[in-house]
């Protein structure tokens, strides 16, 4: 697959294309930061023999780039989605994620099995369900903690799934705004169930990355405009909420709400950017292509596989050198599992899969 221009896409909207590949990678980067130098000094977990001390203020609020995430999937999916059927969307998630997810399952599950079981107690029921992508649905546990997100995502993918099965993507905006508008009377109703199936938590910024994609394909309209600014303290106030529970967890952190609400409306900003900046160079594309592509292996494989690493080596080495260490593995790692794994595997199974007549769609989602 390539990302040169299809039909119906201009040069512009092709170039700032590239620039969400890098917001994808930093987003990767800095969960994966959080998770080493946080993460595993939270309150009763342990997860890591090595402290870096007051280190961790300056990368504590790294977990909101999950957001960042999920505005960057709203985007990619609306704009792959938009000229195509149920099944070719289907086809296109399946192949996107299941190649390098069954892989770095496995190897997570592996590695944590032998080395520090004792923390995570996996078990093999557990991995096969997790393989399945499916278990958080019917409440199994995952085999790595990054994996919860998947499940959200898995949820968004559903709407989507849902909308072009009744083939209403033409009045995708309308929908957006009624999932909007649940997500600001479930403030009210707190009610389980709309939390679990509808993802009212994080909507918001799914919502936000298909405005904006909307936006960039069509124009700024009233409506568009209004949506986006209402999306915006919704999930402020959800990740306030949040913030309570985190503070609890995290015991000798201090957390504040000014830099919450700084950090998400910055996201909102880097997506304006990502929709007016008119050139990049050649250069710059291909660099971005390549941080794009490791940014989901990343995060599937660093977080039990690094902690493996930290509970092996990590009382032999200086914790800065060590740092360096885990996190360049795991860049390279997923640079291997890319190229010698996800790609070629995704190649194949999209030769036994038959994908249909649809118009083409950009590989960057």
Known sequence: MNQSNQPGQSTQAHRRYHD????????????????????????????????????ANFVKYNYLAVNLFFMISGFVILMSSENVTARVFLRSRVLRLYPAYWFCCTVSFVLTYIFINHIFHLTVPRYVLNMTMLNGFFGIGFVDGVYW?????????????????????????????????????????????????????????FIAGCLFYRISKRGVTWFRLALLVLA????????????????AHYTGLAYYNETVFVICTAFYLLFVVVITRRSTSATY??????????????????????????????????????????????????????????RPLAAFMGRKIPSGSTRASSSLA
């Open 232 to 247: 915006l303290p919704v999930g402020i106030h959800y990740e306030l909420l949040d913030l309570v529970r985190r503070a």
């Open 149 to 205: 997100t998947l499940l959200v995502e898995l949820k968004f993918y559903l709407l989507v799934l849902f909308v072009l099965l009744l083939g209403q993507m033409a009045r995708i905006e309308w929908v957006l705004a009624a999932w909007l508008l649940l997500s600001i009377l479930q403030i009210f109703l707190k009610s389980e169930l709309v939390e679990k199936y509808f993802i009212t938590n994080f909507a918001s910024f």
């Open 285 to 342: 594309a291909g660099v971005s292509r390549l941080l794009g592509s490791l940014s989901y292996p990343i995060y599937l494989i660093h977080l039990n596989v690094g902690l493996v690493l930290y509970n092996l080596i990590g009382n032999s080495l200086d914790k800065w050198l060590l740092l360096a260490l885990v996190c360049a593995t795991m860049i390279v790692f997923a640079y291997l599992i890319n190229r010698y794994v996800e």
């Open 20 to 55: 969400v590949d890098i917001l994808r990678f930093c987003a990767a980067v800095g969960v994966m930061l959080l998770h080493y130098l946080v993460r595993g000094f939270a309150q009763g977990d342990d997860y890591s023999p090595v402290f870096y001390g007051e280190v």
